[in-house]
């Protein structure tokens, strides 16, 4: 308990310094001199003095920082840390819309489609370690899918029997995982290793062999879908409901698996095993078998994910082109506690800081980009830390199951 309360102590305090420097910031803006300047689609543009603005949300995380030491409980450190992260970046976006427009919309609506391929691939580890499979083979998956799928778009003529045949390989490479890690026992991060180096000898010798030899390197990408009468809803129609296939499969599988995951026979299956394999075995499940099934499913919504790289994105394929998105989906998993829905929180962080500093660089805004990229790793090291609720794995992840 003293030690809870240390690091509450510790935490709030450095919160609160923030939000002093926060509203110290906002004293650099003459007063009613600089404007910000958002857009929020079609509901228009909002104007706002930019001093007394990042002088109002200091002022709010200040008293977010101060409850903590108030009331003395652990769960106000979350108030404490979401009040303080939400001042902050909204402290930064009105900086940078200082004399220039600022698209809100375009901000959240590149935010979701950037967070596609880590939602994807922190479910496809989900579904693994659910089951006590340790997944680290995401990034070979999804950059071996990208490359098939291309690959079989480009010389099929047809996107969607590339979309299928990236899915299907997703599976494929899965299938090999969970052969290595359940049938032949070997060390689960040693066979995903194996299996990340696999893909990147596997996809610059396809490239390099058949790619760069065709006639052309550029195929057309997944189009642009309105859901009728729903993509003219204000702000929420851009964002949501005006998207590309892959980005809507990705929300529809949110909701599925959460559903089937905590709401059906097979999930309470699912997280039995990850949690107890002896006792799952002993009442009548396979273990085996859904451990199988799960690493599959899992590398075929990785493949999906792989997908959106060369089919929904670039309309090509380039080495490494996943870019480590792969350990990325890793971290949002454990920031979302292996839960559908907190893997999904997490993937939209990460993907809302790859879009701030993507805008940031085009409109030169003196922030190194990089500084930006770091955040949502230091939020997943502070959940791992325990300070905002601690992350605790399935039981039996990582164990290989041998059966009496």
Same mark, same amino acid.
Request: hydrophobic content about 55%; some cysteine; glycine content about 10%.
């Given at each position: ?29 003459? %007063?009613?001199? *600089? ?28 008293? @977010?920082?101060?409850? $903590? ?25 009105? !900086? *940078?819309?200082?004399?220039? =427009?600022?698209?809100?919309?375009? =901000? ?12 994807? &691939?922190?479910?496809? @580890? ?11 083979? /995401? ?12 690959? *079989? ?6 996107? !969607? ?9 997703? &599976? /494929? ?38 790619? =760069? ?16 009468? =729903?993509?003219?809803? $204000? ?9 590309? $296939? ?10 599925? #698996? ?8 097979? &999930? ?5 095993? &990850?949690?107890? $394999? ?6 009548? /499940? ?9 690493? /599959?499913?899992? @590398?075929?919504?990785? @493949?999906?994910?792989?997908? !959106? ?48 500093? #993507? ?13 930006? !990229? ?15 609720? %601690? ?14």
């Amino acid at each position: 308990m003293q030690k809870d309360y240390y690091r509450i102590i510790i935490f709030s305090g450095l919160t609160l310094l923030l939000n002093l420097l926060i509203i110290r910031f906002s004293f650099n803006f003459p %007063k009613e001199q *600089a404007v910000s300047l958002m857009g929020f689609g079609t509901l228009g543009k909002l104007s706002m003095f930019t001093g007394r603005s990042i002088r109002i949300l200091g002022c709010i995380g200040l008293i @977010g920082s101060i409850i $903590p030491f108030v009331k003395k409980f652990n769960r106000y450190v979350n108030l404490s840390f979401f009040t303080t992260a939400f001042t902050t970046v909204s402290a930064i976006i009105l !900086w *940078a819309a200082v004399g220039s =427009l600022f698209d809100i919309v375009g =901000l959240l609506d590149l935010s979701l489609r950037l967070s596609t391929p880590i939602v994807l &691939g922190a479910m496809a @580890g989900m579904l693994c370690e659910r089951t006590g499979v340790i997944n680290i083979a /995401i990034e070979g998956m999804m950059l071996t899918s990208a490359c098939i799928g291309f690959t *079989a778009s480009l010389y099929l003529n047809n996107i !969607w029997i590339g979309l299928f045949c990236a899915i299907l390989s997703g &599976g /494929i490479i899965a299938l090999l995982h969970a052969f290595l890690s359940i049938t032949m026992i070997t060390d689960q991060i040693v066979s995903g290793t194996v299996i990340n180096i696999l893909a990147v000898g596997l996809t610059g010798f396809i490239r390099r062999s058949f790619l =760069l030899k065709a006639r052309l390197t550029r195929t057309a990408i997944l189009p642009i879908i309105e859901v009728p009468l =729903l993509s003219k809803i $204000p702000i929420l129609g851009i964002i949501i409901f005006t998207n590309q $296939p892959i980005v809507f499969l990705m929300m529809g599988l949110v909701v599925f #698996i959460s559903i089937m995951l905590f709401k059906t026979r097979w &999930g309470l299956r699912t997280r039995s095993i &990850g949690e107890h $394999p002896e006792a799952a075995d002993t009442v009548g /499940i396979n273990v085996f078998k859904m451990r199988y099934l799960n690493v /599959i499913l899992g @590398g075929s919504i990785a @493949g999906l994910a792989g997908a !959106w790289f060369s089919l929904e994105t670039t309309g090509s394929f380039d080495d490494m082109m996943t870019n480590g998105k792969g350990f990325i989906a890793l971290a949002a998993m454990i920031f979302g506690k292996w839960h559908p829905v907190g893997a999904f929180t997490g993937g939209l962080i990460f993907g809302f800081f790859d879009a701030l500093q #993507i805008i940031f660089q085009i409109k030169n805004i003196p922030i190194p980009p990089q500084f930006l !990229w770091m955040l949502p790793y230091v939020i997943t090291m502070i959940v791992l830390a325990g300070v905002i609720g %601690k992350s605790i794995p399935p039981a039996a992840i990582g164990v290989p199951y041998r059966k009496q």
